[in-house]
């Protein structure tokens, strides 16, 4: 989908308008301007301390910019709380891995289906009928998340207790088990090896094509920005300096030069 022409023509599910969140003096995102589109995997790339982050903490809730809009599926979401994102649809992973250490992989993904639920204190009280349909059904999608990350055998385990490269990919069976209309995925490459990355690659492409979702990343590894993005934004010093295909960032003068460094645009360029 890299072609701006068909790109275009999928229905935008996420846009920023004129989007500024400061700390104090600093600007840490200023003015940045953006559209994820139905169906893609967008990733967001820059050097360290370019405001990507932050871009993320705001359209999840975490933090509240000081000018502009987020808009998802045609509703203004600035300023609600990271509940109501992710029952709207928005569901995210962290840099750093937040499961319940103490809780089995099973048990952290069905936390991850709790804002689908509509039982109240007495419905679970009382064990009522609807309660137990949605704890059925909790444990269901629960179970086929699970299979789905390829971690079945490793269910009743503490997520503390395995690889953490599987605890990766539990983070992401969890937020999958919201019913995201998008995933939003901050780093999921970090700290993997190369095989354990190669298989994450595969099955986010894999995802795209099987269910009806986007996908927003940042990732620094850009072997798999390449390797899998429909759409690369690039931010440095809290603005956007480039957007396009991939092929087209990857040959962008600015962007080697703000993302690389002057020494590596000069390697490249030779």
């Given at each position: ?179 995201p209309t998008l995933l939003v995925l901050d780093e999921p490459s970090s700290g993997l090896n190369p095989r354990e990355t190669e298989e994450l690659m595969e099955f986010l492409t894999g995802l795209i094509k099987e269910e009806d979702i986007t996908i927003l990343l940042i990732e620094h590894d850009m072997n798999v920005v390449m390797g ?43």
């Amino acid at each position: 989908m890299a072609d701006s022409a068909l790109r275009s023509s999928h229905p935008v599910v996420l846009e920023t308008q004129n989007l500024t969140k400061m700390f104090g003096g600093l600007t840490a995102v200023n003015a940045f301007d953006a559209q994820v589109h139905r169906g893609e995997i967008c990733s967001i790339i820059g050097p360290n301390g370019a405001g990507k982050t932050t871009v993320f903490n705001a359209v999840t809730g975490i933090y509240t910019p000081e000018k502009g809009r987020i808009v998802f599926n045609g509703n203004d979401i600035t300023g609600h709380k990271p509940h109501h994102i992710v029952a709207a649809g928005i569901a995210r992973t962290f840099q750093n891995i937040r499961l319940f250490p103490t809780m089995t992989c099973m048990e952290n993904i069905m936390a991850g289906h709790h804002c689908r639920i509509s039982s109240g204190l007495w419905g679970t009280l009382f064990r009522s009928s609807g309660q137990k349909r949605e704890e059925e059904e909790t444990r269901s999608i629960a179970e086929s998340r699970i299979r789905q990350v390829r971690l079945w055998d490793y269910r009743h385990e503490l997520a503390r207790n395995i690889a953490y490269g599987s605890q990766r990919m539990v983070e992401i069976a969890r937020a999958l088990a919201t019913d995201p209309t998008l995933l939003v995925l901050d780093e999921p490459s970090s700290g993997l090896n190369p095989r354990e990355t190669e298989e994450l690659m595969e099955f986010l492409t894999g995802l795209i094509k099987e269910e009806d979702i986007t996908i927003l990343l940042i990732e620094h590894d850009m072997n798999v920005v390449m390797g899998i993005s429909d759409w690369v934004i690039v931010m440095d010093e809290g603005r956007k300096i480039a957007e396009g295909g991939p092929d087209q960032i990857y040959h962008n003068p600015r962007v080697i030069e703000a993302y690389l460094g002057s020494d590596d645009r000069q390697a490249h360029q030779e």
